[in-house]
């Protein structure tokens, strides 16, 4: 019989949006593990394994008739109530040996609960919560502090969030580096074919301006001049009011009739949806509030296990998710004339060379991008951190 398995408590602020499924996919393949899902709310899509236990608070917020002054009344009450659900996880969550908080700002709400418990606490930074959430809210930095000092283990995508967290004031040998990935052995790989002069392109992300659709938009109107044969399609939620910008961008342009705006896709289309462009652009930069991507877009080894290259940046993590020269090409961030390089090669780019990309694109996912593989290194982490308590 082998070791029992951990029960680990993964703590959310809400659970789950439909585009951090990169989260789901997380601890949906983390082996030999019971999951306590909690949250102070829940959303209902689609990522409920029956496999999971959830901690979902008994009273609830009402969604229908919000303006009424006893619905604000109530549900005014039960967010005072819900203060009470450490409390809650506490007493419901049976015996747990783990704690994990997906973002810092989790991870600082249920610090005290982890302290009570005496069992490690693991805390995950994702992106905005590395430079953003210090930055314009400065009362995060002695937070932060706290939090290195209390904490047991705080994991990053890559080596660029784990240099930032020592910068910070964090010990290094509390930073682990844990990747994220995608279920390569699912996503169909794609075989495109690819003429000389000719490109469509694509970028799928919400818009906000560290996914850099300004530049994408620029680099694209730029390369029309060489590059008359493209398109480009754009797809990604406007939270944020970019979309009018961009749209103002092309008017009186070359790129007018070129480019498509696509509000959101099903996730369960989205690879389907994919083999119909030849290369995703995504040059991700640093916001002028801070934001960032803090790892890397996990949407960029979606496109590259279907066989799709990429144009992006050095930003961040992505570097270390996409191998320049082999999987895609990458520029310097906000450079858009090397972007405009990047789309005229591959737009002048004969087959040949192109499904050198195409299977360096999925080889680069297979090797380093497994979640099955990169799920399995958390739970040793959990497991170490266990063993070290006894």
Not at 76 to 85: A, C, E, H
Not at 266 to 280: C, G, R, S, T
Not at 317 to 330: C, K, N, R, Y
Not at 362 to 372: H, K, L, P, T
Request: contains cysteine.
């Amino acid at each position: 019989m082998g070791a029992k398995p951990l029960r680990v408590l993964q703590m959310f602020h809400m659970y789950l949006k439909t585009t951090e499924n990169w989260m789901f996919q997380l601890i949906e393949n983390i082996p030999e593990v019971e999951m306590v899902i909690a949250s102070r709310h829940f959303l209902k899509c689609n990522f409920y394994p029956s496999r999971f236990e959830y901690l979902e608070f008994p009273i609830r917020t009402i969604n229908h008739s919000p303006r009424k002054l006893c619905t604000r009344i109530f549900n005014l009450v039960v967010l005072l109530m819900l203060r009470l659900y450490p409390w809650y996880v506490r007493k419901m969550g049976g015996k747990i040996e783990v704690i994990h908080s997906h973002f810092s700002f989790v991870g600082w709400r249920y610090r005290r609960l982890a302290l009570k418990l005496n069992i490690p606490h693991i805390v995950s930074f994702y992106g905005f919560d590395y430079e953003y959430l210090p930055h314009n809210e400065p009362v995060w930095r002695k937070r932060y502090q706290i939090l290195f000092k209390e904490v047991d283990v705080f994991l990053c995508e890559g080596n660029n969030g784990s240099k930032i967290l020592e910068k910070m004031g964090c010990p290094p040998q509390k930073i682990k580096v844990a990747r994220l990935g995608v279920n390569v052995h699912k996503i169909p790989f794609y075989l495109r074919e690819k003429k000389q002069n000719e490109l469509s392109l694509v970028q799928i992300a919400s818009l906000a301006p560290k996914k850099g659709h300004i530049y994408t938009i620029q680099a694209f109107i730029e390369a029309l001049r060489d590059c008359p044969n493209m398109t480009l399609t754009v797809v990604g939620r406007d939270h944020e009011g970019i979309k009018q910008r961009l749209q103002d961008m092309i008017v009186d342009t070359a790129a007018a009739g070129r480019v498509t705006f696509v509000d959101q896709i099903d996730f369960d289309y989205l690879y389907e949806f994919m083999k119909d462009f030849q290369v995703f652009i995504h040059p991700s930069c640093y916001g002028d509030d801070l934001d960032c991507e803090g790892g890397a877009p996990v949407v960029l080894l979606d496109a590259q296990a279907t066989g799709m290259p990429i144009i992006s940046t050095t930003h961040c993590d992505i570097p270390e998710e996409v191998a320049h020269g082999i999987s895609g090409l990458l520029a310097l961030e906000k450079d858009v004339p090397e972007l405009v390089k990047a789309i005229n090669r591959f737009y002048k780019m004969e087959n040949v060379e192109y499904q050198s990309f195409a299977s360096g694109a999925r080889q680069q996912v297979e090797s380093f991008y497994d979640i099955r593989k990169n799920a399995a290194v958390v739970r040793e982490i959990y497991r170490e951190l266990v063993a070290a308590r006894a």
